[in-house]
């Protein structure tokens, strides 16, 4: 692949014990509020970092909670406007405030049989309430009528709306859009079932709930006006979608070198011109290229050249700058 190659410069790094093990997880990479965060788990306690809007260090803020349930893998963990941290597990919802003690619990049914299922939960953008998904309660001939996701009382924890989901016994994660608008994207992942890519705003009149135009893969990064620029589980393909435009999509065999696959989960947006993603000859690989797409038109536009050659993480953060991981040490990049 004949392309430019554009140097980086490095602006900040920090060491952030359990990044490596977060980032393989759903909640590692969250977008609330406007903010970036990371969630680590390390020597039973988990920690929300606030990604720094100053270019020229890592983490601005940080919080510590006691990790309720240390050897669960399907715990997911988002950080709440007010500084306390909203927690869901496979058997109940919980918000710790920031000095540890439970405002509030909603317990639901577990999902029985179905280890691979996880919930999730966020704020909406408003900041009124938590929107988590759940195990569906159990129909007359003893079979589930599907997940479900609630809308819950920040302040209280009351249900204030319910909506079946198309999705039975998933892995969930939830992120907001960058501009605030009222909707969040739900990815729901069930295996060789597929993924759901899902629309979710609270209303007066409940839970909407709606495709996310033909998006239908886990990997799912967001960019201002609601579009979506989602990566194939195999690393096959990219695609960009967006409410009133045709689809973009591009074939990794067109546009990589031979044998060359999308890999890595964080496909997304340095900026509004650019999206950033991570090739490499297989999925497993441990180091990768890193590559600047057209955020429009998803036409290769560079290759970017750092002072050694980087493994497969990389988070974009929509303002010219980007995370990878050296390790446990997070380094801040961006075009020299």
Partial sequence: MNSPHVPVRLLAHESLPGITAALGNLDGWLLRDGAHWLVTRHEGTITTHRVSTDRSQVVAARATWSDPAPDDPSLYCSPLPDGASAMSTREAVTIREPDGTVRWEHRHRDWQHSPG???????????????????????????????????????????????????????????????????????????????????????????????????????????????????????????????????????????LPDERVFVGYTPGFVDDKRILVVTAEEQWAEEGTHLLLDARTLRHLAELDYPQTPGITAVPLGDGTWLTRDEETVQRWTTA
């Fill in 117 to 255: 299922a996880a919930g999730a939960c966020t704020p909406d953008p408003a900041g009124r309430v938590l929107l988590a998904t759940m195990a569906g309660p159990i129909g007359a001939d003893g079979l589930s009528t599907g997940d479900i996701c609630r809308a819950l009382d920040l302040a209280t924890g009351e249900v204030l709306a319910e909506h079946v989901l198309p999705s039975f016994s998933a892995a969930y994660a939830f992120q907001q859009f960058p501009d605030a608008r009222p909707e969040v994207l739900l990815t729901a992942s069930m295996g060789q079932d597929g993924t759901h890519c899902l629309l979710i705003a609270h209303t007066a009149a409940g839970l909407d709930v709606r495709a996310a135009g033909t998006a239908e893969e886990p990997y799912v990064g967001l960019g201002a006006d609601g579009t979506l620029v989602s990566q194939d589980v195999g690393g096959g393909y990219l695609c960009r979608t967006q409410d009133g435009a045709d689809d973009v999509i591009i074939e990794a065999g067109d546009v």
